[in-house]
């Protein structure tokens, strides 16, 4: 527990007093009758399914489908357009441009620096340690008076890894602002999820995504679980319509299938297993980074090189290879078996091409 957190302190003064825009379907939550109030069009849409009706504003059926999934509250989730979303949003809510500052440990994901960058919100940034773990003195050193978000991202995108629990839990206690933990990757590793956790942290804030384990990337779909006041301001500061009406409708039928998310995982976990081994028996690989994501974080002899060449091949990874402790490495998303063979075949003729140079 963190006594000394106070949610009203680290939101923007604005935001606690702002009166939140009033939908017609926030005024009127009925599904029968004759609906007059939001200047929709009563004759249907232009294409063969109807999308006329404006969808519901706070996504409530798929809420309470989620919330036995995840065990947690309804009034604890919040959905948004992808997790990039809520990134954007707890952002705006506690920090004022040019003012306040946030924590990122590179290397990891673009969007908390560009999202900040965006709102012209100073960025602190303290380097993971080489083995990517948390460096949680450097961190706490860091922090002033005017941070507001400390952002982790476990697993971490490009790195692959956990990050420590107890590092999570040093920050959480010692820091009186916002702790996101960002886990995009959790259904790829058997690590538990800080959603439980948030119980006993007010200051902790958890993302998701229906984007990676879920296969639902060109939805949009992100979650965000906290507590229920900050998921209240959420739900005031964000768009109305966030989620569009095909979107839910899909998502809505999605969350009937969590076995086929898990047969997925599953299968990727696998592929995940034997591409390393595959990688591993090449030459020009110097090291597989261990992986609890969907993702290897490679080390190779000239990455720069072997990108060029796979390019040509047309099998397009990402160049990780000038960031920040990830030099000379590409990250390589786990494909299919027959796209994970294509890519170590392909691998193999660069080999061969390089020893015969
Ligand atoms: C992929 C990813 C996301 C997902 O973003 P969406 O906007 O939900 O698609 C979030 N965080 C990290 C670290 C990711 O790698």
Partial sequence: MNTSFDLNKILRPHILNLAPYSSARDEYTGHVG???DANENPYGSVTTQDFNRYPDPYQAD???KLS???NIGIQQIF???GSDEPID???RATCTPGKDRVIIMPPTYGMYEVSASIHDVHIDKVSLTVNYQLDVQAVLAAVTPDTKIIWICSPNNPTGNVVADSDIETILENFSGLVVVDEAYIDFTDKASWIPRLADYPNLV????FSKSWGLAG???GMCFASVELTRILNKIKSPYNISQPAQAALLAGLDSVDKMEAMVKEILEERASLRTMLENLSLVNKVFPSDANFLLVHFDDARSVMDYLLKETIIVRDRSRVHLCEGCLRITVGTKEENEAL???LKVYEQNNVNA
């Fill in 344 to 346: 170590i075949d392909a």
């Fill in 34 to 36: 004759i609906f007059l």
């Fill in 219 to 221: 939805l949009r779909a």
């Fill in 79 to 81: 959905l948004g357009n």
């Fill in 206 to 209: 958890v993302l998701q995504t």
């Fill in 68 to 70: 036995p999934i995840k």
């Fill in 62 to 64: 798929i809420k309470k």
């Fill in 89 to 91: 949003l707890l952002i």
